[in-house]
């Protein structure tokens, strides 16, 4: 039996290529050695997407000897991961890439040479954090800590119960990920006002900023009340010092599957259990993951960074990042996967790759992306849009070994269809040749993700409906309305231009969209039946 630790794979290396698993290339002790004297580069949200990514495109750069540190792993948020998942298996990952053929390509990953919490309660992982972020040496920290991360208000503004907390106790032992970051800032500003970079890699429009605008509030605050002095503002705000550049990441990483778990175990290799953690993160020794990804950064960096353009990562300036962004969310990715998600919860589809042989759900999104999307896709040039698009309609959504569910994508579709669906509305009154009013999928899109939110599928089930923010206030409105109904009204969804961008009657689209749920009410079958009336 083969084991996911060091030993293993040292002394047990023929038996692991045998089953075809590619194996680290690099002197581990050496790079521990000189990550632990010279650190580079740290990572916060030691979660799948940085496994299965980020640390496997370094590895390239440690195998070909172009780099001779490791990755820091550090986790602000579940520290169960840190325990049961890094330390358990000697901070290796089996990462399984899922072919659409059926093929697993897999490997080990063993970039990351350190693993710790950000708890304020394990004297050596605090004492660790400030120690790398006091040394010249350390080039940049990055992040997956999902968009909600360095949020520090509710919805009203406030700041949150933590940050104010954070903001009254000061430096020494602070909660929220943003304050961390600033408390180890401030750290190293004290030490030298050495430099480095913030590298936000969460899926959001203008990540850098809003890691930048948190991080300067949190130090701010704390300025007020002396905790700091008015130089660590200077400081964080000298951008030959510190920069927050902003980056563009797209690859799928769905939760650990259970056809792959059971594979590993047919290769022999003990212990691939699924780990659900008590603040529910879905975790195992492996990652399972697309092939397709991307990742497009700003080169501003302060003090030096790996050569990552050497294995595939994108370097490029703040517009073209933007324009990269843009395409992807606006036009042919992100508005496709959110119709899909509404649609398939409505029509009884738990897998993506399920709704891409489903031949009017095809259709639905190839209207919106070459139909729709591509009259007004921003082009950024270093990624050919129809290219990137082909790849997600004919590889990347039809895989069927990518275990992503409907149900998991509808999660906050409030706070995404202004940007997936708004934008391109918007794009079409800007255009003298195009009407927002000839839109036809996109409307149809969100007339479905109305009709969702009934929570009632096509068959007349009722179905739990994805969290939302807003999901409270969305169901108020559509209170009143029956099956069968000839009249509707969605004002309150459709003319709300905080969630849209804009008021949908004022381009000509709120009535076609109540027209389109009036057909979707009419009965048993009446989701499939309109989807095909309008397609």
């Known amino acids: 039996m083969l084991k996911l630790n060091r030993k293993s794979i040292e002394d ?33 949200g030691a979660g799948n997407i940085f496994r299965g990514f980020v640390a496997n495109a370094y590895q390239e750069l440690l195998n070909s000897k172009k780099v001779d540190t490791g990755i820091i792993a550090a986790e602000s948020f579940d520290f169960e991961i840190i325990e049961k998942i890094y330390k358990k298996y000697e901070d290796l990952t089996l990462l399984v890439k899922m072919n ?37 040496s350390l080039e940049m920290a990055s992040f997956t800590i999902t968009e909600k991360g360095y949020a520090l208000t509710d919805a009203a503004g406030e700041y949150l119960g933590i940050i104010k907390k954070d903001i009254e106790e000061g430096i020494e032992k602070p909660v929220h990920t943003m304050s961390i970051i600033a408390s180890l800032a401030y750290r190293r500003y004290l030490k030298g006002e050495y430099p480095m970079t913030f590298v936000s890699m969460d899926n959001c429009s203008h990540n850098g900023d809003k890691l930048k605008t948190s991080v300067i509030t949190i130090a701010k605050e704390w300025a007020k009340k002396g905790f700091v002095e008015d130089g660590f503002i200077q400081y964080l705000e000298d951008e030959s010092k510190i920069t927050f550049p902003y980056s563009m990441i797209d690859k799928i990483t769905p939760r650990p599957s259970e056809t792959v778990k059971k594979h590993l175990e047919s290769l022999s290799i003990e212990d691939m259990d699924i780990v659900i953690t008590s603040k529910n993160s879905y975790m195992a020794p492996f990652v399972n993951a697309e092939v397709s990804e991307y ?13 990552l353009e050497e294995v595939g990562i994108i370097f490029t300036d703040r517009q073209t990042v933007n324009q990269v962004e843009t395409m992807k969310v606006t036009t042919c990715l992100n508005p496709l996967h959110t119709a899909l ?17 489903d ?17 007004v896709v921003v082009d950024p040039e270093i990624i050919n849009p129809k290219d990137f698009l082909n790849e997600v309609v004919s590889e990347r ?5 990518i275990p992503d569910t409907p149900q998991r994508i509808a999660t906050d579709t409030s706070q995404k269809v202004g940007i997936r669906f708004g934008e391109t509305i918007k794009a079409y009154e800007k255009r003298e040749d195009l009407k927002a009013s000839d839109l036809v999928a996109i409307p149809l899109a969100i007339a479905t993700w109305c009709r969702y939110l009934l929570g009632v599928d096509d068959e007349g089930n009722t179905f739990e409906l994805s969290s939302d923010p807003l999901l409270a206030t969305l169901k108020e409105s559509l209170t009143g309305i029956a099956f069968g109904d000839e009249t509707v009204d969605l004002s309150s969804i459709l003319a709300n231009k905080s969630i849209f961008g804009l008021d949908l009657y004022d381009v000509g689209l709120g ?5 389109m749920f009036i057909h979707m009410i009419k009965g048993k079958g009446a989701v499939r039946a309109t989807l095909e009336k309008y397609l």
């Open 295 to 307: 990742l497009v950064i700003e080169d501003k960096f302060t003090n030096g960074r790996p050569p």
């Open 511 to 515: 009535q076609k969209i109540e027209e």
């Open 341 to 357: 998600a509404v649609s398939g919860c409505l029509l009884g589809h738990t897998l993506i790759a399920d709704e891409m042989k």
């Open 12 to 44: 047990y290396s023929i038996d692991w290529e045998k089953n075809n698993i590619q194996l680290p290339e690099f002197d581990y002790e050496t790079v521990k050695y000189n990550t632990k004297k010279n650190p580079t580069w740290i990572h916060f």
């Open 397 to 401: 959504f039809a895989n069927p070994f």
């Open 359 to 375: 031949g009017i759900l095809k259709k639905f999104v190839e209207t919106i992306g070459y139909t729709e999307g591509l009259k």
């Open 100 to 136: 659409a053929s059926g093929d697993f390509d897999k490997s080990i990953i063993g970039s990351i040479v350190e693993s710790i919490t950000t708890d304020n309660n394990s004297p050596l992982d605090h004492n660790r954090l400030i120690e790398v972020f006091e040394n010249p």
